[in-house]
């Protein structure tokens, strides 16, 4: 699988039929669709992306700034409830499970996001006793194998709550394999 921006791992997350928060990907221009995602999605905030390379800009907006904010994009972008809504997270960050080999960055700190979780850094192995000490990551670790996510930079969020789009501990926001 190869996963070459945030359209592709958007595409990817819906295929494989993983738990993610509710998503569209919207021109700036198109109000009537920013409005019944708005509409059906009912949080206190959500998040826009641009789409088109990685590490694009993003923006945290409530309901009644999102129109403004769309006005920062030229072309499409992500409009996406924002994993903030869900309340407080037992961890975030990005891991690759390859093999018996784990690389994971993340955070326990409910002020981070995927930028800047860099609290925990392991590379090492999955018979390492400090991975399985960490709060949240047997259900991440679990969800990976049960989703055939090998060999691949997962972006995660893990609740004590079932959240998103399948109601699951787990939620996954993106996927990346070429950048």
Known sequence: MKILNKTDSLNQIRKLGLNTVPEI?????NL??????VKKY?????????????????FYAS??????????????????????????????GDIMISGDRVELTASTNNNSNH????????????YDDELWKIKGFSELAKYIADKNLMDIIVEFVVFDKKVGT???KVLITELRTEY
């Not at 996406?80 to 961890?91: M, N």
């Open 32 to 37: 009537n669709k920013i409005d019944e995602f």
């Open 63 to 92: 309901k009644d700034e999102i129109k403004e904010i769309a006005k920062n994009f030229t072309s499409n972008f992500s409009l996406a409830v924002s994993f903030y809504s869900y309340g407080k997270f037992l961890l975030i």
């Open 25 to 29: 990907v919207v021109s700036p221009s």
């Open 42 to 58: 009912p949080v206190s905030q959500y998040v826009l992306r641009d789409t088109s390379q990685p590490l694009g800009q993003y």
């Open 166 to 168: 399948k109601k699951e």
């Open 115 to 126: 930028r800047n979780a860099d609290e925990i850094s392991i590379y090492s192995n999955l």
